[in-house]
């Protein structure tokens, strides 16, 4: 059974994919959760997008947060 580090990892690997699916590019932050200067645990963007992502996983139901939040 998996800590929550690697649970944690895996998710935001499976959560990079969904972004270079839909044809963005991203990567994971090394030292993201470890480092003070790390802030997020993702980077993606396309086109004048950008996102500096903190994910989280849980067994709890998936939510999701709109433009309007």
Known sequence: MPGNKAKGSK???EL???FIENS???VRVAGSGVMENADCDI???KKG???CIEAKSSKKPVKYITKSK
């Open 24 to 26: 963005y590019r991203a």
């Open 49 to 51: 997008k950008k996102y």
């Open 43 to 45: 980077i993606a963007g």
């Open 16 to 18: 990079c994919e969904i």
């Open 11 to 13: 998710a935001e690997r």
